[in-house]
């Protein structure tokens, strides 16, 4: 199985950016669909963005489209979310998780909760106005 490890995340200004990044270890990281999720408090988690296997295809949640970024470097077992034009409303615990099989569809990105059976233990991003 994979361990995933975030980090980058922090306390910014609005309309500040941030990275995130996931750093996957004990298995073939490029096995792995990669999903992004937050959690602000009192709220179920949800679903930001998500990146396939070969990293060329990506989906992204309409309240971060154009501001939010998956990317992945399989050789270096790393995943990425880069993160601009923050607001308020972004706060929140952001996690990574992680897919293994099977695979649906052409796409290989996965939105829902359901789909990943790894986790990171998270990361605070706090976006002040």
């Known amino acids: 199985q994979v361990h995933l490890v975030e980090s980058g995340g922090g306390l910014v200004q609005a309309g500040g950016s941030l990275r995130l990044s996931c750093t996957a270890s004990?298995?073939?990281?490029?096995?792995?669909?990669m999903g992004w999720f937050r959690q602000a408090p009192g709220k179920e988690r949800e679903f930001v963005a998500a990146?396939?296997?070969?990293?060329?295809?990506?989906e992204y949640a309409d309240s971060v489209k154009g501001r939010f970024t998956a990317s992945r470097d399989n050789a270096k077992n790393t995943a990425y979310l880069q993160m601009n034009s923050l607001k308020p409303e972004d706060t929140a615990v952001y996690y990574c998780?992680?897919?293994?099989?099977?695979?649906?569809?052409?796409?290989?990105?996965?939105?829902?909760?359901?789909?990943?059976?790894?986790w990171g233990q998270g990361t605070q991003v706090t976006v002040s106005s």
């Open positions: 004990g298995r073939t990281f490029g096995d792995y669909s």
């Open positions: 990146i396939s296997r070969s990293g060329g295809n990506t």
């Open positions: 998780a992680g897919r293994n099989g099977p695979y649906y569809g052409v796409s290989d990105v996965y939105t829902g909760k359901g789909y990943y059976g790894y």
